[in-house]
T-cell receptor, first 114, second 114 residues
Framework: GESVGLHLPTLSVQEGDNSIINCAYSNSASDYFIWYKQESGKGPQFIIDIRSNMDKRQGQRVTVLLNKTVKHLSLQIAATQPGDSAVYFC?????????????FGQGTRLTINP | KAGVTQTPRYLIKTRGQQVTLSCSPI?????VSWYQQTPGQGLQFLFE???????NKGNFPGRFSGRQFSNSRSEMNVSTLELGDSALYLC?????????????FGSGTQLSVL
């Protein structure tokens, strides 16, 4: 997840379909990962998190998968709705010393087609 | 419970000026973090405060500073503004600032430097 900015990857899906958003993180020592959703004009909104001792975690309509071997994180959104349209960021916590210092990925813009 | 509140929402300054942004965390939260968001660099960590002490700092010049008050409210200051400081500045709070805690973000202050 080190942010390199510039062009935002875009994913377009049909309403009702499932979406999968992928993220590669940078540090094998990261122990906590979070997905955020950011709508236009708003701050990032927490979706789901996962610790490094897990490889899968489910929430309401969302699932996060963690593959530490290849340093890959994914967010699956089931039955996407128009309200899911937003930019999605993964973030990793590089500081295991009891403080927070999140490193965000560049983000993926999810567009839901009616 | 009220969310993270940031003021002002929008700010326009000119080069060379200084600016102070304010953040009120969620009631009971003691950790406040600041992030800068730009289209080119994405979301980048500025610093984190806990119990009025700066615990963590990102890679920003000394023109960026902050502080936290005894009621956990925080301010960040940018001196000698440059055009490149134009960004959305986001504040986030968490309960104790532990590594595996969720961060809750405010809507940000949009700073434009002319």
């Amino acid at each position: 997840g080190e942010s390199v900015g510039l062009h935002l990857p875009t994913l377009s899906v049909q309403e009702g379909d499932n979406s999968i958003i992928n993220c590669a993180y940078s540090n094998s020592a990261s122990d906590y990962f979070i997905w955020y959703k950011q709508e236009s004009g708003k701050g990032p909104q927490f979706i789901i998190d996962i610790r490094s001792n897990m490889d899968k975690r489910q929430g309401q309509r969302v699932t996060v998968l963690l593959n530490k071997t290849v340093k890959h994180l994914s967010l699956q959104i089931a039955a996407t709705q128009p309200g899911d349209s937003a930019v999605y960021f993964c973030a990793e916590n590089l500081d295991g010393a009891g403080a927070q210092k999140l490193v965000f990925g560049q983000g993926t813009r999810l567009t839901i087609n009616p | 419970k009220a969310g993270v509140t940031q003021t002002p929402r929008y700010l326009i300054k000119t080069r060379g000026q200084q600016v102070t942004l304010s953040c009120s965390p969620i009631s009971g939260h003691r950790s406040v973090s600041w992030y800068q968001q730009t289209p080119g660099q994405g979301l980048q960590f500025l610093f984190e405060y806990f119990s009025e002490t700066q615990r963590n700092k990102g890679n920003f010049p000394g023109r960026f500073s902050g502080r936290q008050f005894s009621n956990s409210r925080s301010e960040m200051n940018v001196s000698t503004l440059e055009l490149g400081d134009s960004a959305l500045y986001l504040c986030a709070s968490s309960s104790a600032g532990d590594t595996n805690e969720k961060l809750f973000f405010g809507s940000g202050t949009q700073l434009s430097v002319l």
